[in-house]
């Protein structure tokens, strides 16, 4: 599987071992939003994503195409057209340092138990994986969870990756609210042996993530942000994020696109795709546009 299609499922719906403080401002009933009112001559239109669901999904959201076809521009998370180069800044940003082995990351039991339970799950163990830092290799092991239900997925037709791919084919512009090295900081920013703490613990609590999966995709297929937003709040996790953690892959990133998406969206009518859960939520960007003055409104049929 693609490796920029791992990274981008954890660090897009960034869900997993994830626990948010805000409360839930009831924003539910649809994946796609219309912003409208203050400065802006034309609307646009936020799409809340799953980053490794098919692309055929569309056909099934309310007014996707026609929003799409309307707006002058699109507006990801990155701009995913150069897929070559973004393949191999992934790669190389999950390098092990040389400096560094598993050996110093684990005892010798702890070595032991994870190279048995990433065998058995994704049929590698850290003697294959030692090339990769231990984020690289949680995300792999989230993306095998994941592809249980979505089997045969082609990492080329996913939601994000083929919209702007209709963009390209209308000529349209598309805008990156980051850069894959703002993502990278995001995923990679922990130490070393916190990474390394993380992965053994998600191992050593395997049931507790496949059951979080299920819970997300069916509120996702179910157009429920808030069910998806609830799964975060439940503060069962037995391998909790630090609130610094958290604010790193969800809070910061939202806000920074708050200081780029007015002008964006003042000078073009734009179509934005970002991740689900960075919609929901008082740091969320439905309910950010909303205390701007913008009119947020549920596209439920066009």
């Not at 954890?10 to 948010?20: E, G, I, K, P």
Request: hydrophobic share 40%; glycine share 6%; charged share 20%.
């Amino acid at each position: 599987m693609n490796l920029k299609i791992k990274i981008l499922a954890l660090a897009l719906l960034s869900t997993t071992n994830v626990v948010f403080s805000q409360t839930n401002i009831g924003k539910t009933g649809a994946l796609l939003w219309k912003i409208s009112g203050k400065d802006l001559s034309k609307p646009s239109y936020l799409l809340g994503t799953f980053h490794i669901k098919p692309a055929e999904f569309l056909d099934s959201i309310p007014g996707v195409k026609a929003a799409l076809s309307a707006a002058e521009q699109v507006v990801g998370e990155l701009t995913l057209t150069d897929q070559a180069k973004l393949q191999m800044q992934v790669q190389q940003a999950m390098m092990m340092p040389s400096d560094t082995t598993y050996q110093m990351l684990y005892s010798d039991e702890e070595y032991q138990f994870v190279s048995e339970q990433l065998t058995a799950s994704i049929g590698a163990g850290l003697d294959q994986l030692k090339m990769l830092i231990p984020s690289g290799i949680s995300m792999i092991y989230v993306m095998a969870t994941y592809q249980k239900y979505f089997p045969g997925n082609n990492p080329a037709n996913t939601i994000d990756i083929v919209i702007q791919k209709i963009a390209t084919e209308n000529n349209k512009p598309i805008l990156g609210l980051e850069t894959i090295d703002d993502q990278f900081k995001a995923l990679f920013g922990a130490s070393l042996k916190r990474q390394a703490e993380r992965l053994l613990c998600s191992l050593k609590n395997p049931d507790y993530g496949i059951k979080q999966a299920e819970a997300i995709i069916e509120g996702y297929n179910q157009f429920d942000l808030d069910k998806i937003y609830n799964i975060t709040l439940i503060n069962d996790d037995p391998c909790p994020s630090s609130q610094q953690e958290t604010d790193k892959l969800n809070k910061n990133r939202n806000d920074r696109w708050m200081q780029a998406l007015p002008d964006i969206m003042k000078q073009k009518s734009s179509f934005i795709a970002v991740g689900a859960l960075h919609l929901v939520g008082e740091d969320g960007l439905l309910y950010q546009l909303e205390k701007s003055g913008y009119a947020v409104e549920p596209v439920l049929a066009w």
